[in-house]
């Protein structure tokens, strides 16, 4: 696999706020915690993707699976970006708006 996931924090609400770590070769995603250590990116620079700050905006849902597909993807571009760079992805930063249906607040 060219990713791997886990649960950054929970919402005020309780629900998950997930994070992906996308990188050739796979690296665990960052730490939260208190005194964690900076992730171990081997050297590479980080690019951080996040989407439904403002859960209204739905077409950043469609955005970032686009962006996941490429990034997960076989293609050249895609495996080339893998090895130079981990990008962090948060593809719902306010899952309490989304679930809830608000516009623009949780």
């Avoid at 995603?29 to 996040?50: H, Q, V």
Wanted: glycine share 8%; hydrophobic share 35%; charged share 20%.
């Amino acid at each position: 696999g060219t990713f791997s996931r886990a649960t950054l924090c929970r919402s005020l609400a309780g629900n998950a706020v997930e994070v992906l770590c996308i990188s050739d070769p796979p690296l665990p995603p960052p730490s939260i915690a208190p005194n964690a250590p900076p992730p171990d990116t081997g050297g590479k620079e980080c690019i951080l993707l996040t989407s439904r700050v403002h859960p209204g905006e739905t077409q950043a849902s469609w955005s970032m699976q686009g962006a996941l597909d490429f990034l997960t993807s076989d293609t050249p571009e895609a495996k080339r970006l893998r090895s130079r760079f981990v990008v962090y992805v948060v593809p719902m930063l306010n899952p309490d708006g989304v679930i809830d249906g608000h516009y623009r607040c949780s």
